[in-house]
């Protein structure tokens, strides 16, 4: 007796059963994941930390709390954009969230190599009272202190190496 096979080439959706080459394969178990809420996309955490939206912030974070570590596709995290653009209430709500202050980005800058480039001495306390570390080095080797060196950011410069940090 000879037998014979069909290859099946893509799976359909059938109720919520899965037609798949094995066989039928059941849903996961346990509970479906809740369907987002309206208005609820973790990406939105962005836009609303760089417009300095803490309204926006709290109300994506209650929905998606994961949306705290989301990263863009630069690596940045949602404090990453607050402290580049200078949203202090915006970045201690994020930490209060569970952020990370010691988060890298693809050139593996922290968000402290940001405060020490563009938010100055109140972000980079903020960042370091939470943890930050003072000494990170940067994708070329660069601490913040020396961002803030190179950039001609003296008091900020002058407060990293109060803190501890080094060129």
Partial sequence: ???????????????IMTITAIGCVPPPPGPLPPPPGPGVNPNAIFAAARNGNVA???????????????????????????????RRNVAVVLLNRGARPNARNLNRRTPLHLAALHAGIPMAGLLLSRGAHVNARDRFHRTPMRLAHIRHRFAVRNYLHSRGGHM
Avoid: C, D, E, S
């Fill in 1 to 15: 007796m000879k037998r014979t096979a069909k290859l099946i080439t893509g799976a359909a959706i059938v109720g």
């Fill in 56 to 86: 926006r912030v709290r109300f994506i974070l209650n929905h998606r709390p994961g949306a705290v570590h989301r990263r863009t596709g630069g690596g940045q995290t949602a404090l990453h954009i607050a402290v580049r653009y200078r």
